[in-house]
């Protein structure tokens, strides 16, 4: 099960990330702690790099249960209309509950933002720790940028090569994921690169088990629909255990990326 010296790329089934993400969304607020940090860091750094924005149409990107919904509305209290694209079309409602009074400026859009159709233009398009999911993000950046003005903003983060590395370097398998240099590089292509970063969060847990726990709280165990036996779950456990164990339990890594960029003319 198990191959240390390779790792094989997955491509994301979104039906099954559809399905993963339903089923975390009662757990997600409480364990996406980098999430809600990832969401923090790009509003922070799009405030920064273009602190004359003040966007009043809006879209967002795999809003989930509203984590960066909310703190962009509190960002930018001249938003007038905000549509939000997900798979799981049930975060509707838990985004409304969220926010409360700003409820009626969305427009939820369910479905895969590389296929829906989109029926605006936008000030700001936003996302946050959702992009590393899609199949064609230079298809996808093409299609954002006939939907901004000129002097629009795309802002968002994903999630670089180092991302989970204890469980794809154990199990084998992840996500294809890029380097800063090569997330530039595509949006590039179409856009203005304003701003690039990346950093690493590290996160520890009492052991393996609790950090299955945490990515199926989270819906990020998304990658294959085969059911581990009792045998290769004890071998993770002990593999894990030997090769990333520290003071604190066991770690997991994180490595968030961002982008702010402007359309190119």
Known sequence: MYDATHTSSMIPDKKLIKLRFEKAAATYEQQAVVQARVAARLLNLLQKIVPELKPADVLEIG???????EKTLTRFPGIEHFTLCDLVASFEQHVCRRIGTHAHKLTFLPGDIEVVPLPDRYDLIISSSTLHWVHDLPGLCAKLHGHLYPDS?????????DNLREIRTIAGKGLN?????????????????LAAGETRETLWYTDPVAVLQHLRATGVNSIG???????Q?????????????????????????????????
């Open 63 to 69: 809003c989930c249960t509203g984590l960066l919904t």
């Open 153 to 161: 903003i795309l802002a968002f983060s994903l999630y670089g090569t």
């Open 177 to 193: 994921y890029r380097t800063l240099d090569q997330l530039r590089n595509v949006v590039a292509e179409r856009f203005d690169v």
């Open 225 to 231: 629909q085969q059911a581990w036996t009792r045998r």
């Open 233 to 265: 779950i004890a071998t993770f456990i002990t593999d894990y255990t030997a090769r990333f164990s520290g003071a604190q339990g066991v770690c997991l890594t994180y490595h968030p990326m961002f982008i702010v960029a402007r359309p190119k003319r």
